[in-house]
């Protein structure tokens, strides 16, 4: 049973492009949760997805967006990318409910601008 | 708002010595706890969570966590320390009415021979 998959691993981009960063959940499951990693920080919500919805989203700005598909997949999109972006972008699924349910993590994309 | 504090960014400790990570949290309602780890380069891993009923709690690779409600803590611990548990850990909240957990900062776990 596959867990969660997340592509691409690294990626390197420039200040003011756009970045698309992509998760396959774990079969199962169906919601999806985006999380940046700073470097020797905590993992930050940025938004999760359910239903193709954005059920609830963090505090970022709206460079960043997202996107679920109907087979629960989901796309993280960052524009105009700012040094400060770079970061470990960490999908994490699970199966909603108010219960104690748990996040599936997947490796993670590092994404570095420069 | 909720938050969770881990104390200490760094935990040094002698391969066979107690591991004694810590966490609080601040939050008004009950709340559901979790540990998870982070090795180089990988995601997060679920090693524990707290919900109801029993406050003590036992995880994977020989890890547990009690929950004191008194103290608002959760604080993670194994008896002895082995190499392949240096890593990066997590502590983790959630009320029972949001879908969201909050992290912690992280405190590194590092393990001498």
């Known amino acids: 049973d596959a867990g969660v998959t997340q592509s691409p691993t690294h990626l390197i981009k420039t200040r003011g492009q756009q970045v698309t960063l992509r998760c396959s959940p774990k079969s199962g499951h169906d919601t999806v949760s985006w999380y940046q990693q700073a470097l020797g920080q905590g993992p930050q919500f940025i938004f999760q997805?359910?239903?193709?919805?954005?059920?609830q989203r963090g505090n970022f700005p709206d460079r960043f967006s997202g996107h679920q598909f109907p087979n629960y997949s989901s796309e993280l999109n960052v524009n105009a990318l700012l040094l400060g972006d770079s970061a470990l972008y960490l999908c994490?699924?699970?199966?909603?409910?108010?219960?104690?349910?748990?996040?599936?993590f997947g490796a993670g994309s590092r994404l570095t601008v420069l | 708002a909720q938050s969770v504090t881990q104390l200490g960014s760094h935990v040094s400790v002698s391969e066979g010595a107690l591991v004694l990570l810590r966490c609080n949290y601040s939050s008004s309602v009950p709340p559901y706890l979790f540990w998870y780890v982070q090795y180089p380069n990988q995601g997060l891993q679920l090693l524990l969570k707290y919900t109801t009923g029993a406050t003590l709690v036992k995880g994977i690779n020989g890890f547990e966590a009690e929950f004191k409600k008194s103290e608002t803590s959760f604080h993670l611990t194994k008896p002895s320390a082995h190499m392949s548990d240096a890593a990066e850990y997590f502590c983790?909240?959630?009320?029972?009415?949001?879908?969201?957990?909050?992290f912690g900062r992280g405190t590194s776990l590092i393990v001498h021979p």
């Open positions: 994490a699924s699970s199966l909603t409910t108010l219960g104690a349910n748990v996040l599936t």
């Open positions: 997805y359910y239903e193709e919805e954005e059920r």
């Open positions: 983790a909240y959630r009320s029972g009415g949001s879908y969201i957990p909050t």
